[in-house]
Structure formats: C-alpha cells, structure tokens
C-alpha cells in the first residue's frame, strides 16, 4: 500500500529480469485484459441467446443442436481447440495474422482485431457452452414458476412474459458466474497466451514459476485476487437491478 523504492505499488524487483516487477506486470496486464473483455463480450453475445433459443424451443432440432454444441464447448479443452484453429486458419488457409503475436490497438486498429479475433473465439468457446446450458437451466426453472403462470393469466403478451418477467430473474445466477469468470480468467488465459503468442499475464506467469521468479509470481497473486474482489462487488451492485427482490438501503 505505501509502495517501495520503484514506486507505488510495492511490488519489489524482479530476480530474472533484474527491473522493478510492476513494469513487466503492467506492461502485460493491458493484453490480458484484452483478450478477457474480447473473449467476455463473444461469450455472452453467443451463449445467452443460445441458452433462451434452446429453452423455447425445447425438444426441438434447435434444442438438440444447441445442447450438441454446448456439450462440444464444455468437453473441449482449450489448447486443442486453440492448436487446431491455428492449423485449419494459420497453415491451411494461410492467414498470417493468426497466431504471429500481438499488436497494440493504438498502433494498428485492424491488425489489432485480426491478431485478436481468433483468440477471443477460442477462449469464448467454453464459457459460451457453459452459458448456453446454464440459461436453459434457469429460464425453464423460471417459467414454471407461479407468478409466470399468473402473468399468462392476466393475458400479457409472451413476449412480455419471458423478457420482462422470466428473463430477468434468471439472469442473476449468470451475473455471478460472469463475474467469478471474468475474474478467474487469467486461469484460461494462460493457455491461450501461449498457444497463440501473446505477450500477457500468463505468458509471465508460466515463466516465472519455471524460472522461480518470486516477487513477479506474488505479484500477479495480488492482482488476481484484486479482480476476484472487485468483480464481486459489481455483482452485489448489479444485482439491485437485475432481481427486484434486491434492494439497497
């Protein structure tokens, strides 16, 4: 909290690259951070749609095919999805963009978001399947609730009935496990970093423990656990606006 010799905060020196360890921490903190919001917004983009369309459409084609597809999403692991999109789209297709490294968003905007896309898509993968199913889940559970049934019988619409009632309350389970997921990502991130090459926290984290590199491996600790607490405080504020049971006082 008072930091040290090289500045606030007091992260200390790193034994391997003999430099203060928040240059190479903050330096690299930017590509992860990144990689999550990217890799976020694909996931909820996908896997929420995915789980309502499959919960209305319940044992149909659709249904099938989207639970096909989450069980795929939750069973694959990320390095093999990762190595095989490098094959099919780096050595077949010849696209060499894919898999090359990182380049900064303010340096090149499109070169930026053709390094990215991949990895987002692949890290996006599992978290959506796990969305898709848990969705599904909680909208079912919610539609055979009794006030569901009492909204049908006071002739609202479905529309209104689904999105304004159903929906709402079976999002707040979704809320918590993004936070905890978004928090928690750095697990995720360090095998996409290094299948793909990006110069980010679990790049640093992988070599720092093989080198033994001590103060750098606490300090990505406290980073981690800061974002394990601070995403969990936006879910207790979200939650005053998602569940009506939840107000603040």
Not at 1 to 6: A, I, L, M, N, Q
Not at 83 to 112: C, E
Not at 225 to 233: H, I
Request: a positive charge; proline letters at 4%; glycine letters at 10%.
């Amino acid at each position: 909290f008072k930091g040290d010799e090289y500045g606030w905060p007091g992260f200390g020196f790193s034994f391997d690259t003999r430099s203060p360890v928040k240059e190479a921490l903050f330096s690299r903190i930017w590509v992860t951070l990144q990689l999550g919001a990217g890799a976020a917004v694909l996931w909820v983009l996908l896997g929420v749609p995915l789980g309502i369309l499959s919960a209305l459409k319940r044992r149909t084609f659709i249904d099938r095919a989207t639970m096909g597809f989450a069980l795929f999403g939750v069973s694959a692991p990320v390095f093999a999805v990762g190595l095989a999109a490098l094959y099919i789209f780096w050595q077949k297709l010849g696209i060499q963009a894919v898999g090359t490294g990182y380049v900064a968003p303010s340096d090149d905007f499109g070169a930026f978001l053709g390094h990215m896309i991949l990895p987002w898509s692949v890290l996006a993968l599992q978290y959506a399947a796990f969305y898709a199913r848990m969705v599904r889940s909680n909208l079912l559970e919610t539609l055979g609730e009794d006030y569901i049934r009492t909204a049908r019988a006071k002739g609202l619409s479905e529309r209104k009935v689904i999105g304004k009632h159903g929906l709402r309350a079976s999002l707040t389970p979704v809320v918590t496990i993004f936070g905890m997921d978004f928090s928690l990502l750095i697990g995720g991130a360090v095998l996409t970093e290094s299948v793909f090459n990006l110069p980010g926290l679990g790049q640093l984290i992988v070599s720092s423990v093989n080198r033994q590199d001590i103060p750098v491996v606490l300090a990505t600790t406290i980073v981690a656990a800061f974002f394990v607490s601070f995403m969990s405080l936006v879910v207790d504020i979200l939650y005053g606006y998602l569940d009506p049971r939840v107000r603040f006082s």
